[in-house]
C-alpha cells in the first residue's frame, strides 16, 4: 500500500524489516514498484469488462469452477472438522506445488466416488438391504467427499481465478467469481431438501453426475496454470 501511495522511504523500511535487516531488497522492491507503475497505467476494471470480446472464454471457466466448487461444498458441510483441517493443510501444501489440472481430476474423482458410495448406503438402507453396511458406508463416502474436496476443489478455483485474468481486472473478477459462488451455494442449499423428498440415493447420484461432469469440463476447457504466463493461458483458452 505504501508503494501504491508514493510513500518510496516507508515501503523499502516495512519491506527490509519484513525480509531481514541483512537482506538484499533492491530487486524486489524494482519489481514491485514496476508492477505498481504498470497497474496505475491500465484503466481502472468495471464489471462489465469481464464481459469483453476477450474474457469470455476466461469468464465460462470461472463460471463453471465456481457453481462445481460451491456445489460441492454445499454438499460436504457434514462436519468431521478434523479430517477436514488436516486434508485443506496438505492440499495448500501441494496446490502450489502441483500442476492446477491434475490436482481437479484427483479431486473430482474423489467427489464422484464419494456420492456414489453415499447414494449406495441410501439405497440399502431405502431397500432395507445389508443393514450391517449402511453405516459403514455413508460414513465412508461422507469421509471421502470430504477429503476430496478439501485437497482440490476448495481451493484451486481461487489459485485458478487469480492466473487468468489481467492484473488490472483481477479484483472485478474475483468479486463476480464470489457471486456466482454464493449464488450457486444458496441454489444448492435450497433445492437439496426438495431432491432428498424425492429420492434420497437418486440425490446423490445426481450429485455424481454432476462432479462427473465438471471433471469432463476441466480435462476440455480448463487451462493448466501452473508455470504459464497470462499470454500462454489465454491462447490455451482460446484454443481449447
Known amino acids: 500500500m505504501q508503494a501504491k501511495t508514493g510513500h518510496e522511504k516507508d515501503f523499502k523500511a516495512a519491506l527490509q524489516k519484513l525480509r531481514g535487516k541483512d537482506a538484499d531488497i533492491s530487486e524486489e522492491a524494482a519489481e514491485i514498484q514496476d508492477y505498481i507503475e504498470t497497474l496505475q497505467r491500465l484503466?481502472?476494471?468495471?464489471m462489465l469488462d469481464l464481459f469483453q470480446r476477450r474474457y469470455p472464454s476466461s469468464v465460462i471457466v470461472i463460471i463453471s469452477l465456481y457453481l462445481l466448487l460451491c456445489f460441492s461444498s454445499s454438499v460436504g458441510t457434514i462436519t468431521y472438522t478434523i479430517l477436514q483441517v488436516i486434508v485443506t493443510a496438505i492440499g495448500a501444501a501441494l496446490v502450489d506445488r502441483a500442476r492446477r489440472k491434475p490436482l481437479?481430476?484427483?479431486?473430482g474423482t474423489g467427489l464422484v466416488l464419494g456420492c456414489i458410495i453415499t447414494a449406495l448406503s441410501f439405497f440399502l438402507k431405502v431397500y432395507d438391504l445389508a443393514a450391517d453396511a449402511v453405516l459403514i458406508l455413508v460414513v465412508t463416502g461422507i469421509l471421502l467427499y470430504i477429503a476430496a474436496f478439501s485437497a482440490g476443489m476448495g481451493a484451486v478455483p481461487w489459485v485458478v481465478m487469480s492466473k487468468i485474468f489481467p492484473i488490472n481486472i483481477k479484483g472485478v473478477a474475483g468479486g463476480f467469481a464470489t457471486?456466482?459462488?454464493w449464488f450457486g451455494a444458496w441454489a444448492v442449499s435450497y433445492t437439496f431438501n426438495y431432491l432428498m423428498s424425492w429420492s434420497s440415493y437418486g440425490t446423490f447420484h445426481l450429485y455424481?453426475?454432476?462432479?462427473?461432469?465438471?471433471?469432463?469440463?476441466?480435462i476440455t476447457v480448463?487451462?493448466?496454470t501452473k508455470g504459464r504466463s497470462l499470454e500462454q493461458i489465454q491462447a490455451a483458452i482460446n484454443t481449447e
Open 104 to 107: 481437479l481430476l484427483i479431486s
Open 179 to 181: 457471486l456466482v459462488n
Open 222 to 224: 480448463v487451462p493448466e
Open 208 to 218: 455424481a453426475e454432476i462432479n462427473a461432469a465438471g471433471m469432463v469440463f476441466v
Open 43 to 46: 484503466p481502472k476494471a468495471r
